[in-house]
C-alpha cells in the first residue's frame, strides 16, 4: 500500500502537468480534406512554376544553338563574313 501510493504521488505532478497541455480540437473529414488540398495545391503550383522555369531554360538554349549554327552557315556560305 506503501508503495502504491509512492508511484501515485510520484505520477501526480506528471499527469497534472500533462492535462494542463493544450490539445487542438480533433480535425473532421471537411477540414482533413480541406487541408490536404492546400498541401496538394502548393506542391502542385510549386512544380508547375519549376518546370516552366526549366522550359523556359532549354527554349533559350536551343534557340541560342540554332541562331548560332545559322550564322555559321551564313558565314560558310558567304566565305567568312
Partial sequence: MKTFRL???ACLPIW???SGCQRGKPM???AIMQR???VFN???EAALQQAVQNCETNKATWIQQKTDSI???MAA???GM
Fill in 7 to 9: 508511484v501515485l504521488l
Fill in 16 to 18: 497534472i502537468g500533462s
Fill in 28 to 30: 473532421d473529414e471537411a
Fill in 36 to 38: 490536404a488540398d492546400s
Fill in 42 to 44: 502548393a506542391g502542385k
Fill in 71 to 73: 550564322y555559321k552557315a
Fill in 77 to 79: 556560305a558567304h566565305g
